[in-house]
């Protein structure tokens, strides 16, 4: 749970969230980081527990990774090697996803 000062925070730090809500409560978010003037990140993706592997993940992702780039940005996504649903979920709206060292 964050707080309204990490929500505050979080938008200072350059990140914008969108959210599917079902009876008042957020089931699946995620987030564009504006890191740069030329590349924003698809960021703090994840669904509640109860609602995975229903394609949320993917819906989320790929509007984050549609305002990205209708915004004239270059979309990435970072995630650890082992996170093996954000790297599908990733690749199925295009990212190449290539281990980092």
């Not at 730090?13 to 030329?38: F, H, L, N, P």
């Not at 527990?49 to 996504?77: N, W, Y």
């Amino acid at each position: 749970s964050l707080t309204l000062e990490d929500w505050q925070q979080a938008h200072a730090d350059g990140y914008q969230y969108c959210a599917i809500v079902e009876g008042g409560s957020i089931i699946a978010m995620a987030a564009v980081w504006r890191y740069s003037d030329t590349a924003w990140e698809v960021a703090a993706v994840g669904a509640n527990e109860s609602h995975r592997r229903q394609g949320l993940g993917k819906a989320v992702v790929s509007f984050i990774t549609d305002h990205i780039l209708s915004s004239g940005r270059l979309a990435t996504c970072t995630t650890a090697e082992t996170n093996e649903a954000m790297i599908q979920t990733a690749r199925s709206v295009g990212f190449s996803c290539t281990p980092q060292n």
